[in-house]
């Protein structure tokens, strides 16, 4: 009997060790893991550059026809003076041709401002006559007076008259300008003239006289005020001719500036062949 109780108790001992193990070896619930990731990585968008598209054909510069000198060493130069009551009148003519044109400088500027002008209508066929006024700029001697340059310009005039010229034209710039402008009202005989850059105020009565042709040049920006000028050319009368030139400068600055004013002033003396 005791030994029957004795053969129980281990029985439900090995039963309770067993239903212990098993508990414990009883796996527990965990949370799913996983390497991949549950939204996209971000990933850097990438970076547009732009090739540059081949450059359009630019159109070249149209090219302006313009009256060249021809390469002449043997164009005559003479050293002129030319006297007058007690003005002293010093020159450089250059050239020969069936017009002879008097260049006329600026105030404060020697004839050496007209000198590659003149030279290059000589070898168009033209004469030229740069001169220096009276007074300190240059080398003519006497004195200046700015109401009476257009008598040292009719003494030029009637110099190259002597020579045997018939066709003159006269060119000035600034109080060259007013001197050609002058002489024109005193000898209305002139092939022509040229004002750059002077402005002269006169009546239509005044002007009526001047039949020759007629050019005026202006500067667009001009340091000084020349808008006279514009209505000089109103009242004169034909035939006549006005230019404009895109620059800033004055008178025979406006030389330095580009063949521009050349090429008109040319023009203006080519048109004058067949009068």
């Known amino acids: 009997m005791k030994s029957t109780y004795i053969l129980l108790l281990i029985v439900l001992i090995l039963v309770t060790g067993c239903s212990q193990t098993a508990a414990e070896v009883q796996p527990t619930e965990q949370p799913l893991k996983t390497d991949i990731p549950l939204s996209p990585t971000n990933t850097p968008e990438p970076i547009l550059t732009s090739t540059p598209s081949p450059p359009t054909d630019t159109p070249e510069p149209t090219a302006t026809a313009t009256r060249e000198s021809s390469p002449t060493p043997d164009i005559p130069k003479e050293a002129v003076t030319i006297s007058y009551d007690e003005q002293v009148i010093r020159g450089i003519l250059v050239?020969?041709?069936?017009?002879?044109?008097?260049?006329?400088?600026?105030?404060?500027?020697?004839?050496?401002?007209?000198?590659?002008?003149?030279?290059?209508?000589?070898?168009?066929?033209?004469?030229?006559l740069a001169f220096d006024f009276p007074g300190p700029f240059g080398t003519s001697s006497g004195t200046f007076k700015f109401d009476g340059v257009q008598f040292d310009v009719l003494a030029v005039i009637d110099f190259l008259r002597q020579r045997g010229y018939e066709r003159i034209v006269c060119m000035g710039a600034s109080i060259g300008g007013t001197a050609c402008f002058e002489a024109a009202l005193l000898d209305p005989t002139l092939a022509g003239?040229?004002?750059?850059?002077?402005p002269i105020e006169k009546t239509s009565e005044e002007l009526s006289i001047l039949l020759m042709p007629k050019l005026i040049v202006i500067s667009d920006d001009d340091?000084?005020?020349?808008?006279?000028?514009?209505?000089?050319?109103?009242?004169?009368?034909?035939?006549?001719?006005?230019?404009?030139?895109?620059k800033r400068g004055h008178g025979t600055?406006?030389?330095?500036?580009?063949?521009?004013l050349q090429d008109i002033l040319?023009?203006?003396?080519d048109s004058l062949q067949d009068l």
Do not use: C
């Not at 003239?193 to 002077?198: L, R, T």
């Not at 600055?253 to 521009?260: A, K």
């Not at 040319?266 to 003396?269: E, G, I, S």
């Open 266 to 269: 040319v023009a203006f003396l």
């Open 253 to 260: 600055e406006l030389l330095t500036m580009g063949n521009e």
């Open 193 to 198: 003239f040229v004002n750059i850059s002077s």
């Open 95 to 128: 050239g020969e041709g069936d017009i002879a044109v008097v260049l006329a400088p600026m105030y404060g500027e020697s004839r050496g401002s007209w000198m590659h002008f003149a030279e290059h209508i000589a070898s168009l066929g033209y004469a030229a």
């Open 223 to 246: 340091e000084f005020d020349v808008s006279p000028l514009n209505d000089v050319f109103e009242l004169l009368p034909a035939p006549k001719q006005i230019e404009f030139i895109n």
